[in-house]
């Protein structure tokens, strides 16, 4: 395992950053030891990213493959156009919360994570209104209220900022993890290659989209 995204090249010198697998932020406290010892072993400079990672950059190319290998971790990243992560919020530790969302999040950790997508896509999961995790600027979201759980999609923080459309409210965990593979499914039949979810539903236009969605679910 040889991955690297090349950060900086100065003076001809070519540097690395690595972001190991960290599923929904959560980390042990020996999994975190780990990351801090071989940063310092190959002088590595850390960086907590928005994405809920640790960055390791500063790497030497001919270092990677040890510093993987001393790390014992998988990469966050591997592909461009796939789902690089899903924010979780704390949830069930956070006072605010008003659903348990922390088990949804990791539901579709694991059926999505590196998962082939017509663009770079992120997932969001929040326990309350609130959204900690900047869910509405994410490809995919779900979000706990008091009445039930919310679906939006379409956001994006990039160079085109969208706030997320809400496509459906009041669901029950079953209806709203069923939605979301719809939305994903959806977006693989109709985006072009490289293009943003956010993309496709301004071209295919709200409504549109929402009516297609939604009749699948409740079909």
Not at 13 to 31: A, L, N, Y
Not at 193 to 198: N, P, Q, T, V
Not at 208 to 215: A, H, I, Q, R, T
Request: some cysteine; charged content about 25%.
């Amino acid at each position: 395992m040889h991955y690297g995204n090349l950060q900086k090249i100065r003076d001809g010198k070519r540097t690395f950053g690595i972001t190991p697998h960290i599923p929904g932020g959560f980390i042990s406290p020996d999994s975190l030891e780990k990351i801090a010892q071989v940063a310092r072993k190959y002088n590595g400079v850390i960086k907590i990213t928005s994405g809920q990672r640790i960055l390791i950059t500063n790497l030497k190319a001919e270092n990677l493959a040890e510093v993987w290998k001393e790390l014992d971790m998988e990469p966050a990243i591997e592909t461009a156009n796939s789902v690089k992560n899903v924010e979780i919020c704390p949830a069930g530790f956070c006072k605010r919360s008003k659903y348990n969302t922390i088990g949804i999040g990791m539901k579709l950790l694991k059926k999505y994570h590196k998962m082939e997508m017509p663009c770079r896509t992120k997932i969001g999961v929040a326990g309350c209104r609130n959204a900690c995790g900047s869910i509405y600027a994410r490809d995919v979201g779900v979000i706990a209220d008091i009445s039930g759980l919310m679906v939006v999609a379409g956001g994006s923080a990039g160079y085109n900022p969208r706030i997320a459309d809400v496509i459906a409210i009041n669901l029950n965990e079953k209806e709203a993890l069923k939605l979301v593979d719809i939305i994903f499914d959806y977006y693989k039949e109709k985006a072009e290659l490289g293009e943003k979810l956010s993309f496709m539903i301004e071209r295919l236009g709200i409504d549109s989209f929402k009516s297609e969605v939604l009749n699948r679910l409740y079909k």
